[in-house]
């Protein structure tokens, strides 16, 4: 089956620190992946994506790179920001399913201190 | 840009009483999705819609309707409140089923069973 599984949180990091939150995956297929980010108290963000082995999705500093031989897709930024405080989830999309549903892994919370 | 509205943002419900959480999107997406967000945990599927008039369950559909007379349009009904539904509802849209198509969030309605 498809699922996700993420490093649990809290992570706290101090302004300009490095970050990385680890992310596998188990899917049927060949799956799309995605990270999200969900500010307080607003809907989740689509971040960056990647679709197929080797690809790497980048966007506002933070980069990730779909490793299909390790099945991961772990989310990195090299300095970090108060303003990225929020909780982040990494997501798959199989394109075996008929649906095209996400399946979540269950966030990790990042707080950023100045 | 609207994207994906949701209302009511925030809600309180007693026992047994029934509501309707709207969802609407503008972006002409054939498929939409209802999650629901409890906390610690990732979104889990309750119900979606791959186009006007056809919809199916998600993994955690009891206890909720839903249905799709319009393109634009999910609204997701819950006819006798329970306290284990007090959660986070978040509604989604996506263009098609294509695995590499993000999916866009509504900001969410946090709901309270007491």
């Known amino acids: 089956g498809n699922s996700v599984t993420q490093m649990e949180g809290p992570v706290t990091l101090s302004e300009e620190a490095f970050l990385t939150i680890n992310c596998t995956y188990t899917?049927?297929?060949?799956?799309?992946l995605f990270w999200y980010v969900q500010y307080p108290g607003e809907g989740l963000q689509l971040l960056l994506k990647a679709t197929k082995a080797d690809d790497k999705g980048s966007n506002k500093g933070f980069e990730a790179t779909y490793r299909k031989e390790t099945t991961s897709f772990h989310l990195e930024k090299g300095s970090v920001q108060v303003s990225d405080s929020a909780v982040y989830f990494c997501?798959?999309?199989?394109?075996?399913?008929?649906?095209?549903?996400?399946?979540f892994g269950r966030g990790t919370q990042l707080t950023v201190w100045p | 840009n609207a994207g994906v509205t949701q209302t009511p943002k925030f809600r309180i419900l007693k026992i047994g009483q029934s509501m309707t959480l709207q969802c609407t999107q503008d972006m002409n997406h054939n498929y939409m999705y209802w999650y629901r967000q409890d906390p610690g945990m990732g979104l889990k599927l309750i119900y979606y819609s791959v186009g006007a008039g056809i919809t199916d369950k998600g993994e955690v559909p009891n206890g909720y309707n839903v249905s799709r007379s319009t393109t634009e349009d999910f609204p997701l009904r819950l006819e006798l409140a329970a306290p284990s539904q007090t959660s986070v509802y978040f509604c989604?849209?996506?263009?098609?089923?294509?695995?590499?198509?993000?999916?866009?969030f509504g900001d969410g309605t946090r709901l309270s069973i007491l």
């Open positions: 989604a849209s996506s263009l098609e089923e294509g695995s590499n198509q993000p999916q866009h």
């Open positions: 899917a049927t297929g060949y799956p799309s």
């Open positions: 997501a798959l999309r199989s394109r075996g399913s008929t649906l095209g549903r996400l399946y």
